[in-house]
């Protein structure tokens, strides 16, 4: 069963980035370009923001029994196939994990101008997220387990963020 106090407290972790994000993204996109401060506390609120959303999606998927997720992304195909996301939100989750994981192993370069954007629309996925995580998942939109697994082979299929597959994040990262 999943502890809903649990669900509660990442949601209000989440909700409390999502301000201090919302406070940065007022700010005219040459006057971000110049300020390495507000870009970090960005960057952190942002980091922090998608981890919570992570951690509700691994709270529910293993209080619920659904499955081992073998990567991040995959936890939100996961929650899909169980009815608790659409299709759309879940490819914007998976989205925020790559953008997530550029932040966290500095994979590549971030484009400064591309985080301004996220902080002024992509951000607000987040938001759908966590009412669609509040709602009750409907049982009706469950996908058999067999076809879950082979959406997840598809995705792994040459799966590309910023023009990097994910091995080659993999080998940046490295060096």
Avoid: W
């Amino acid at each position: 069963m999943v502890d809903r106090e649990i669900i509660l407290a990442k949601a209000g972790a989440l909700q409390k980035h999502l301000r201090r994000i919302e406070a940065k993204a007022g700010i005219e996109l040459t006057a971000f370009l110049k300020d390495p401060d507000s870009q970090d506390v960005a960057l952190f609120n942002v980091q922090m923001a998608i981890q919570n959303c992570i951690d509700i999606a691994a709270h529910i998927i293993s209080d619920h029994g659904l499955g081992v997720p073998g990567s991040y992304n995959e936890m939100f195909y996961i929650l899909e196939a169980n009815g608790y996301l659409n299709q759309e939100l879940t490819e914007k989750m998976v989205k925020a994990i790559g953008f997530r994981n550029l932040i966290v192993h500095e994979y590549a370069t971030l484009e400064i101008d591309r985080l301004h954007h996220i902080l002024n629309k992509d951000i607000l996925d987040l938001n759908e997220y966590i009412k669609a995580i509040l709602q009750p998942a409907d049982s009706s939109k469950k996908t058999p387990v067999r076809d879950v697994i082979d959406q997840l082979k598809r995705f792994r299929r040459g799966r590309r963020l910023e023009e990097l597959s994910i091995r080659d994040m993999i080998e940046e990262g490295r060096r």
